[in-house]
């Protein structure tokens, strides 16, 4: 029998993903998945239609309600997970309206810097590539791609959106402990996303693992779309000397050369894995 497929990050177009829930859900099932987690940032705007949509038709997967949070630690962006959270907590929904309104506050300004760099009215035009609620970068980088202002994604963010860059400012994110601490309230498992892709300093990355530990950070994604084997094989060892569970995920937003949904080499037998006491 084949193992299950475990995929425990994904976006849709709840976030800045390209795909709609029923959409990720019938590529999921193409691709054999098996447990799929949407985790759209700050929202659980998916995970409705995703579930009637599984319903409906009796699909063959089981589906974790999932969100990827923005938080603050130390000056730098760090995204908790949260899975099997309740949508419903009060206190947990109370937190995705402020950073809701942390994003819209943000790309306000954000529209003001590009107004100052000669790119008028964008906090107005985005609003076309935004289909839920909640604004991200990367639909400014679309933005500036159609307009011809950058060649690609990735141009966007290395001349106007990434830290430090003409666009970019500074978020107002919850704090990673609020974070985890509202996940847990919300019946949910804290999930530290993409370790590596932080590029923080060895000492760094050690202070963060030990701080969200301390905060009562369940697990730490090992496997992710965008990892080497070296650096899987070093969270593997950071899994263990600190007592986290596993997580893997595609990280999946849309189709290309290097990301597809269920996409991500297992990690470790060694390793507990987040889903170990789930009835599943
Ligand atoms: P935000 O949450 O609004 O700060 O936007 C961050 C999102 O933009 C991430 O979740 C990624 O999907 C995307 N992103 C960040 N950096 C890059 C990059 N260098 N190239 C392409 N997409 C990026
Ligand atoms: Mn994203
Ligand atoms: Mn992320
Ligand atoms: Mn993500």
Not at 36 to 57: C, F, P, Q, R, W
Not at 110 to 127: F, N, P
Not at 224 to 246: P, S, V
Request: proline residues 3%; positive net charge; glycine residues 6%.
């Amino acid at each position: 029998m084949r193992s299950k497929c475990y995929d425990l990050h994904n976006h849709t177009i709840a976030s800045d993903g390209e795909l709609t829930p029923t959409e990720l859900i019938q590529r999921a099932i193409t691709n054999h998945v098996d447990v799929l987690a949407i985790t759209d940032h700050d929202s659980v705007m998916g995970l409705t239609e995703a579930a009637t949509y599984i319903d409906k038709n009796k699909l063959p997967i089981r589906l974790i309600n999932g969100v990827e949070i923005s938080t603050a630690w130390n000056h730098q962006d760090i995204h908790i997970i949260g899975l099997n959270i309740d949508p419903e907590n009060k206190r947990f929904r109370v937190l995705l309206e402020d950073q809701k309104k942390y994003r819209i506050e943000r790309a306000k300004k954000m529209g003001e810097r590009l107004s100052k760099l000669g790119i008028k009215d964008a906090y107005i035009k985005i609003k076309r590539y935004v289909p839920g609620d909640i604004v991200t970068r990367a639909h400014f980088a679309r933005y500036l791609v159609d307009e011809n202002i950058v060649k690609n994604v990735s141009a966007g963010f290395k001349h106007y959106l990434s830290k430090g860059k003409k666009a970019y400012v500074a978020p107002n994110w919850c704090s990673m402990a609020t974070a985890v601490q509202v996940i847990k309230e919300a019946g949910g498992q804290a999930v530290l996303a993409h370790p590596m892709r932080y590029n923080l300093t060895r000492m760094k990355l050690i202070a963060l693992l030990l701080e969200f530990k301390q905060t009562g950070g369940e697990a730490i994604e090992i496997s992710h779309c965008r990892q080497t084997d070296k650096e899987r094989a070093q969270l593997e060892q950071y899994t263990q000397k600190y007592q986290f569970l596993g997580s893997q995920g595609s990280d999946f937003h849309r189709l290309n050369s290097y990301l597809d949904i269920g996409r991500i080499t297992p990690f470790s037998s060694c390793i507990i894995p987040v889903w170990h006491n789930w009835s599943i």
